[in-house]
């Protein structure tokens, strides 16, 4: 079952906020990858991240590789209403094939004009 | 193709059918996964490929469920005997290698309800 714990559940925004989502995990990753998910699609890679303490930026996207290991956060700025979707985080673990990955529950965003 | 394509996008079944999801992986991607989305949740592992071999199956819930993958290509996922929890869509995905760090591309899913 799912290692990973995301939050929030869910964030309303107005445009032009940042918004933050952090997941923790029971277990230590080698590398943490961040998804978002539009409505009747796949999700699409943002950003992967494959050292500890590694800070990576995509545009108005950031996220960071926990020092830990065990926890990765996402950050956006200046938040506009494309960004509307659920974001995932997934992690894989030090023993498992590249491929199986372990998702969160998804974060979904909703953002206001 | 340019993308991993899934078919069908959706299927109603009816309790104790089967049915096959069939998945054509972005051309010349080695590597192939099969996960399951529940409504609401993240992504679960079922199955991956390295070429027509599977190495990691261990994701499969129960032994209704198989998959195949033929001359390194197409993939079809069988579920037997289907049960009201199989609903779900079922996302298979892609990348170049197994190896780390090959970017992981996904479908748009089959939708499948079970009635």
């Known amino acids: 079952g799912q290692q990973l714990n995301q939050s929030p559940q869910s964030m309303f925004i107005q445009e032009g906020e940042d918004v933050s989502m952090n997941c923790t995990s029971s277990?230590?990753?080698?590398?943490w990858l961040w998804y978002k998910q539009d409505p009747g699609e796949g999700p699409v890679l943002l950003i992967a991240l494959y050292k500890a303490g590694e800070l990576t930026s995509n545009g108005r996207l950031t996220a960071q590789f926990g020092i830990t290991r065990k926890d990765s956060f996402l950050n956006i700025s200046a938040s506009i209403p494309s960004d509307v979707g659920i974001y995932f985080c997934?992690?894989?673990?030090?023993?498992?094939?590249?491929?199986?990955?372990?998702f969160g529950a998804g974060t979904q965003v909703v953002v206001t004009p | 193709g340019a993308g991993v394509s899934q078919s069908p996008s959706n299927k109603v079944t009816e309790k104790g059918k089967d049915v096959e999801l069939r998945c054509d992986p972005i051309?010349?991607?080695?590597?192939l996964y099969w996960y399951r989305q529940s409504l609401g949740q993240g992504l679960e592992f079922l199955i991956y490929?390295?070429?027509?071999?599977?190495?990691?199956k261990s994701g499969l819930p129960s032994d209704r469920f198989s998959a195949e993958r033929t001359g390194g290509s197409v993939s079809t996922l069988t579920i037997q005997r289907t049960q009201q929890e199989d609903s779900a869509v079922y996302l298979c995905?892609?990348?170049?290698?197994?190896?780390?760090?090959?970017?992981?591309?996904f479908g748009e899913g089959s939708w499948l309800t079970v009635v």
């Open positions: 995905a892609s990348s170049r290698t197994g190896v780390a760090g090959n970017t992981i591309y």
């Open positions: 490929f390295q070429g027509n071999s599977a190495p990691d």
């Open positions: 051309s010349g991607h080695t590597a």
């Open positions: 997934a992690g894989q673990t030090l023993t498992d094939s590249w491929g199986k990955l372990q």
């Open positions: 277990s230590i990753f080698n590398t």
